[in-house]
């Protein structure tokens, strides 16, 4: 195996690629990044943990010299062949050579040289056969596109609800639906639910599919669509398996298994019956909240909302373990009966810090139920109730 890449290519691919791999790995292999070599001058590298894979496929421009074409035994820049070798090693190597560097790579029996015009290095490397094969059921799958945009919005607008290594496994991820024109990522860790649709007017979705992703999956795929594409680029290719979601962004391709089990039919805890709703402005609310955190109990960070019967003020109230207290008043316009409710404040914190809009609803039955957040689609100041995309987000009480 034999090429020559610039550092600045290799690097980008390296930082997305290392992603993956846990720091405190058991497996020797699985501290590798596989590299493929083809005659083409394409240059595969694979990074895997055993529930994920990801793969990147470069393309190397070979620059042919007049020497060279001169030299009858001049031997071609890309040879083929496979080798894996140490992530974190090469990342090293990139970051300590100078920008624009162009780096050599050749295999030598079991090692595998890297050399610049002025440093070289020799690393040790594991056989490629030896590294896992990412399987996945072929039978039954969902093949549709989806706009890079889209999908970025309807994720990071609900991931921060997960549950983070939790009993209950199939809370530490999030799930992912298509019901013919609907796309519906929800998260929830039991205390709180996130759940953001899209209508997809140009698209077809058949039957109905869902999937739940892990965790770190939705992580690497966040920071996957975070990617700089061109316009041509954005529409994305996304295949939903039995056990497994596989997404292709540019020259990256994403594998994941899913979580093997039954997501809460969440559908039953969002709020249908309320006689309490509170109209509010949401940077407001969200400012207070953040100054009545730095007071909150320690213990369950609590906050107390108040509200006198059709009062057009909320009183919000923090008091912490040293009898420290804040008081913060927001003008609302509310309908509804007298109420004392308290709240984690941080998880009130999250919702808004990923609602866009100025005005949200905070509506509830009574001080024992959960509360729905909703943000306000407004079009030209009118409320526009036909919006493409629809939110909803849950926050449970806590006892005062």
């Known amino acids: 195996m ?33 590299i493929k070599v083809y005659k083409n001058h394409v240059i595969e590298m694979i990074s895997s943990n055993l529930e994920m894979e990801l793969k990147s496929n470069i393309y190397i421009k070979h620059k042919e010299h007049k020497e060279h074409k001169e030299h009858k035994e001049h ?18 190597i990139c970051k300590s050579l100078t920008e624009n560097t162009q780096i050599n790579f050749e295999t030598i029996n079991t090692k595998l040289v890297v050399y610049t015009n002025n440093s070289k290095f020799i690393l040790s490397t594991i056989n490629s056969n030896l590294f896992p094969k990412f399987d996945k059921n072929k039978t039954n799958n969902l093949i549709f596109t989806i706009n890079k945009n889209i999908l970025k919005h309807l994720i990071q607008l ?45 698209n077809m979705f058949h039957g109905f599919k869902k999937i739940i992703l892990p965790r770190k999956s939705i992580f690497i795929l966040i920071r996957l669509l975070k990617l700089k594409l061109k316009q041509e680029e954005e529409i994305l290719k996304v295949t939903i398996g039995i056990n497994f979601f596989k997404i292709q962004i540019k ?32 940077n407001e609310l969200r400012l207070a909240l953040l ?48 109420i004392e409710i308290g709240f984690n404040v941080d998880y009130l914190i999250d919702v808004l810090n990923v609602i866009k809009t100025n005005y949200i609803y905070i509506s509830f039955y009574n001080s ?9 689609i407004t079009k030209n100041n009118i409320i526009n ?3 493409e995309y ?11």
């Open 2 to 34: 034999k090429f020559i890449i610039s550092r600045d290519i290799l690097i980008k691919s390296l930082t997305l690629l290392i992603g993956l791999i846990n720091k405190h790995q058991t497996i020797p292999i699985l501290s590798n990044i596989l």
């Open 75 to 92: 031997k071609e820049h890309i040879e083929s062949g496979s080798t894996t070798v140490a992530a974190s090693k090469l990342m090293y």
């Open 158 to 202: 609900t991931y921060f609800a997960m549950a983070e290594e939790d009993i209950r496994y199939y809370l530490n991820g999030m799930l992912l639906e298509i019901h013919n024109k609907n796309i519906i990522t929800t998260a929830t860790d039991g205390h709180r639910l996130a759940c953001c649709s899209k209508y997809m007017i140009n």
């Open 251 to 282: 020259n990256f391709i994403f594998i994941t298994k899913n979580i093997d089990g039954q997501f809460p039919s969440y559908k039953e805890v969002i709020p249908k019956l309320y006689t309490n709703r509170i109209l509010i402005n949401k």
């Open 291 to 338: 100054r009545s955190a730095i007071f909150s109990k320690e213990k369950n960070k609590s906050i107390v909302f108040k509200i006198k019967h059709e009062q057009k003020e909320i009183y919000i109230n923090s008091i912490n373990s040293d009898k420290e207290i804040v008081n913060e008043y927001i003008s609302i316009n509310y309908h509804g009966n007298k």
């Open 368 to 376: 024992n139920k959960s509360i729905l957040i909703e943000p306000i």
């Open 385 to 387: 109730f036909n919006n």
């Open 390 to 400: 629809k939110y909803k987000y849950i926050v449970m009480p806590i006892i005062i």
